[in-house]
């Protein structure tokens, strides 16, 4: 199955020879040569992969790394780099990234990290975000902060707790029963609109249509699901 990849790399010969070895295997490759169009880029477009350099001008892949998982991003994120200080590795690792990868490279070696953090794209449990955006809205869950088209928008703490469980485990289908469960602490099955309720509630503050949710999914006859 192919990805959508973006390769960010200074080098003219590296940035030809990993984009036609990515596309060779069938993965749709955007690039960017230099630190803020790479974060520009990540932050507007959504991909499956990202192959970020360290050593990049304008801002060091360290920096655009910290940056993407900042703004919420859960992009895997492979980062490449001449260094091999065990340091580094670290820094990179510490920063958000999902794998680290020496050059030279073998090619082999390299779709073979690819195809690894592909598989990674599609975890089961994704890494609970401090922040996250979607759509016009950003929430600050540490802050317990809630932007909406610039202006601050009130959340009941429930409603912030149902909305950090929906984003942490964006993508997959959850059941009214496990929410009760985790978000509401109940104990027993018990039969209750409280999650209907709370759900409509977030909707219609934070949706642009209620009626018709492009986030905050109705899965019928399962649950809901989270829509980044």
Same mark, same amino acid.
């Given at each position: 199955m192919s990805s959508k990849i973006l390769l960010v790399e200074d080098e003219p010969g590296l940035v030809l020879t990993v984009s036609d070895l990515l596309a060779s295997e069938g993965h749709d490759v955007d690039t960017a040569t230099d630190g803020p169009k790479g974060l520009h880029m990540a932050l507007n477009t959504r991909y499956d992969l990202i192959v970020l350099d360290v050593m990049l001008p304008g801002k060091s892949? &360290?920096?655009?790394?910290?940056?993407?998982?900042?703004?919420?991003?859960? *992009?895997?994120?492979? !980062?490449? %780099?001449?260094? %091999?200080?065990?340091?580094? /590795? *670290?820094?990179?690792?510490?920063?958000?990234?999902d794998d680290y990868l020496a050059k030279p490279f073998d090619p082999a070696e390299l779709l073979a990290?690819? @195809?690894?953090? /592909?598989?990674?794209?599609?975890? @089961?449990?994704? %890494?609970?975000? !401090? /922040?996250?955006? &979607?759509?016009?809205?950003?929430?600050? &869950?540490? /802050?317990? @902060? *809630?932007?909406?088209?610039g202006q601050a928008i009130s959340l009941a703490g429930r409603e912030l707790q149902l909305l950090r469980y929906l984003v942490d485990h964006r993508g997959k289908v959850v059941s009214r029963e496990e929410l009760l469960r985790d978000v509401w602490e109940y104990q027993a099955d018990v039969s209750t609109r409280t999650v209907d309720v709370h759900i409509a509630w977030i909707r219609q503050k934070l949706e642009d249509n209620p009626q018709f949710p492009r986030h905050i999914q109705t899965v019928r006859g399962s649950g809901y699901r989270f829509a980044p």
């Open positions: 892949g &360290f920096d655009v790394c910290k940056e993407i998982r900042q703004a919420g991003r859960d *992009v895997a994120i492979l !980062m490449l %780099t001449a260094k %091999t200080q065990v340091v580094d /590795r *670290v820094a990179g690792l510490k920063l958000g990234a990290r690819v @195809e690894a953090l /592909r598989r990674r794209v599609s975890k @089961e449990k994704l %890494t609970p975000l !401090m /922040r996250y955006e &979607f759509g016009n809205v950003s929430v600050d &869950f540490d /802050r317990a @902060e *809630v932007i909406k088209n």
